[in-house]
């Protein structure tokens, strides 16, 4: 808690320092945001631990439990894969994602959640690829990323796809990948647009589950997308994320199908493999 009582302390000097730099009306809208950028670097710093803990809880029930394995996801990604902007991140995309696995297959499932808040395509290929790497295969792996990118004051169009010509084509067939959301600003547009349009190519080409999270935000327009978002206008609302859960379910859906049916067949061509007769090669050996 030492790291989240100086991020807390950094965070309201920041909040008081923009809210008391004028009056009136703005001066609580300064206060308001001055706090919301606290919740997101609180937040930033404590959800990744709720995901590492959730996994090691997760780890020790399926041991203790005699029962089907529970379906299994590894999801990367930014602070959206956190959860920051939620009350809980358990109210966030990933958690609402996994709550409705569990009530569309009748499995439970484990999350392994290794998202780092503020990554962008390029920090997610060097830091949490190599970590994917070092894990069991999921049965369902989720890489939403991007929108830390497009934010960027150095972000070219040439850089983004240079990392995504790396990046996609190092995921596993069948990964939940997305088009970045709009921001809701129309002269963002064009530049979003683009980035998607490669992303759009590179899922083809590398037999990934594209979900379209630009047209679901695109769709709200710019008042209906703040309402969607938390107080520092950027991160989505549990409201926004139940929409970004609703947008990503049909690619998920999709990777379970795949994963169920490669189960499937795995647990077919067991059984119908020949049983080794131990007395028979011991005397064949002798």
Known sequence: ?????SVLKAGLKAGLKAATAVGGVTLGLGAGYGIAVVRVR?????FPKFWAESARTQLELDESLQELPPLTVNV???SAASGVGASKP????VGLLKQRLEEETGRRVSVTNISVPGASSWLLMEKQLPLLDDLPQADITMCVIGANDLIDPAYTLEGFEWTATRLYKRLPAGTVVSTI???????LE?????????IEREARLYDLELADLFSTTHELGLWRYLLYTGGDIFHPSERGYVAWASAL?????????RALAREARETEEAQEAPATNPNTTASSQG
């Open 1 to 5: 808690m030492g790291a989240g009582k």
């Open 90 to 93: 358990e109210r966030a995309y």
């Open 249 to 257: 379910w049909p690619a998920v859906r999709r990777a379970a199908k």
């Open 190 to 198: 064009p530049k979003v647009r683009a980035a998607n349009a490669i």
């Open 76 to 78: 990367l990604g930014d």
């Open 42 to 46: 609180i937040q930033s710093a404590l």
């Open 181 to 187: 959301p709009s921001f809701g600003l129309p002269w």
